[in-house]
């Protein structure tokens, strides 16, 4: 019985840039609750995409001697690429050059128009385009860009105007009606403050078109106009999900899925997804979604992350070096979500030994060995000897498992839901240590308890793949194999699953290759 709908987003990301650190950490955060939800039984639509239109692009294009679209379609796959290798699991993929997504901008800003939220009047301000952001006079520093600090370049156009002004005061009342129902649209609640201060400030209508080149979805009602990349972007989380499609099938997935749970951007695009967005659902009437979640930044020295011959760390150098898992896990578990994080290739070598070659593969090796070396490589009958101590703490850590990272992943708090998980994987390891199996293995009055212990760590070793499995999917499913267990991929009752005493003793244990081999640092 499916919980509902979940619908998650990433950012559509710009196809001026490959796949990199940044833009994988906000695609693998948001994986990691994907798998999670659909473990927990909830109906998931993950998405992601890319940003295909405005100047940047068409200025890109023209540079190469290209046209915007074969610009855009020689990228597309290198992000294709970065997501299969670091086994992101999205429902979809978003171009904003798609039909589907065209029609669906036209359709709202089309609405809009009929509506009277828009008008048409002189632009004259400045333009940074590598953000696609418009700024005024006042707003600029030192005449740069007040986001990047490049150079901005004036405009002078008659635009099509949005009246966001007029949402200042809804917006505030919005954000507030969340806090006190107990569910913030801003989160975390650090960023808060940043929104609702801007927001206080007033808001001037915003341009939503652009005359001077015509690499964008063209505004229906107004002839030579196309729209304002970002207005164009933000519209993809709706466009997904079949919103301004007239056939059934698409009005029926907007009805599964609209509103979105979750969207995660870093915290530099906050305000277009946190007043902009909001502003325009409202104006269209249509519900505005759960939360909106920003991340910090990932800091690199430079130098440090970078291996010999200053080659840029990429996604794929990591990759190749510590496998998919290791990469997903040391992001996720090093940074804080919601802060800023360093991250280098130092710290990244020591989580790599320490967590995963020590505590995590160290057990499930010793273990499986074991269960070859005493049993014959099958998991033995479920303890019936007397249960010490060490058994009943054991034990509880397990079953307090689930609630743990349940309430850690609510708040997107992946370094607590790793050590929740972390709990269970190093009181296993401290259970065998202390219950030391191959003295028990000596001598024939401790057989019964051998078994006792070996299935306990089984067990342990079952329930934390399990919890492991969201954020390093390719090792779970490979320790439930070794386990003689189902495909992990397929659970979808996770609080089922992880019921202690759920192992069937009979099961033959496969050894296997360790899963996280040593790595050594390089000179
Ligand atoms: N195309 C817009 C988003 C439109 S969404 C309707 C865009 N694209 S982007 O390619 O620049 O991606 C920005 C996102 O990439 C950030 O919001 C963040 O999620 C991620 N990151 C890029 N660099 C980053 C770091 N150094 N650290 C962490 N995440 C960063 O903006």
């Known amino acids: ?93 978003i171009r904003t050059t798609e039909e589907r997504h065209k029609r669906g901008v036209q359709a709202f800003w089309t609405k809009l128009h009929d509506a009277g939220y828009l008008y048409k009047g002189g632009y004259d301000g400045w333009y940074c385009v590598p953000d696609e952001t418009y700024w005024s006079e006042d707003q600029l520093v030192d005449g740069k860009c007040p986001e990047c600090g490049r150079d901005v370049e004036f405009l002078s156009e008659e635009n099509w105007f949005f009246k966001l002004s007029e949402f200042a005061q809804p917006l505030l009342d919005f ?13 975390p609640h650090t960023r808060r403050n940043e929104v609702v201060s801007f927001v206080e400030g007033g808001l001037r209508d915003l341009s939503i078109s652009r005359t001077s080149f015509t690499w964008g979805v063209a505004l229906p009602f107004a002839e030579n106009h196309v729209t304002y990349v970002w207005i164009d972007a933000l519209l993809n989380y709706i466009t997904a999900v079949g919103y301004g499609a007239e056939d059934p099938e698409s009005a029926a997935l907007f009805e599964r899925h609209w509103p979105a749970n979750v969207h995660f951007v870093g915290k530099d695009i906050i305000r277009f997804h946190c007043v902009i967005w909001p502003a325009m659902l409202m104006a269209a009437g249509v519900e505005l979604p759960e939360t909106v ?10 130098e440090k992350m970078s291996k010999s011959k200053g080659n840029a760390v990429t996604p794929a150098s990591l990759v190749e070096r510590f496998g998919v898992d290791a990469y997903r896990y040391y992001f996720m578990r090093d940074v804080q979500f919601g802060h800023d994080g360093s991250v280098s290739m130092e710290s990244m070598v020591q989580r790599y030994n320490g967590d995963l070659a020590n505590d995590w593969g160290n057990l499930c090796s010793r273990l499986f060995n074991m269960v070859g070396k005493y049993f014959e490589g099958v998991v033995p009958e479920p303890p019936d000897a007397e249960v010490t101590d060490a058994d009943s703490t054991l034990r ?20 607590a839901a790793l050590e929740a998980a972390w709990d ?3 009181e296993a390891n401290r259970y065998i240590e202390n219950e030391a199996p191959w003295n028990l293995a000596k001598t024939e009055e401790t057989l019964p308890r051998l078994r006792t212990v070996i299935y306990n760590v089984l067990e342990a070793v079952r329930i934390a793949a399990l919890f492991t499995a969201p954020v390093m999917p390719e090792t779970s499913a490979e320790v439930w194999r070794r386990l003689a267990l189902g495909d992990i991929r397929d659970v979808t009752d996770i609080c089922a699953q ?14 296997g290759d360790p899963l996280f081999p040593r790595i050594y640092e390089e000179e």
């Open 1 to 93: 019985m499916s919980k509902g709908s979940f619908y998650l987003t990433t950012p559509i990301y710009y196809v001026n840039s490959v796949p990199h650190l940044g833009t994988a950490y906000t695609t693998i955060a948001a994986d990691a609750l994907a798998r999670y939800r659909r473990m927990a039984g909830y109906d998931v639509f993950f998405l992601t995409g890319l940003d295909e239109h405005g100047q940047k692009v068409a200025q890109a294009a023209e540079e190469n001697g290209t046209t915007p679209q074969e610009w855009v379609d020689s990228v597309a796959p290198k992000f294709l690429e970065a997501w299969e290798m670091l086994d992101i699991s999205n429902d979809d993929f």
């Open 175 to 187: 954000y507030a009606a969340r806090e006190a129902e107990g569910r913030p649209f801003i989160q």
């Open 498 to 511: 992880a019921a202690w005493g759920g192992l069937p003793s009979g099961n033959a244990v496969t050894k």
């Open 293 to 302: 979640f920003a991340h910090g930044f990932l800091l690199t020295k430079g």
């Open 396 to 415: 509880s850590i397990a079953d307090a498992l689930p609630e743990k990272y349940e309430d850690a992943m609510s708040r997107l708090e992946y370094v």
């Open 424 to 426: 269970l994987i190093k």
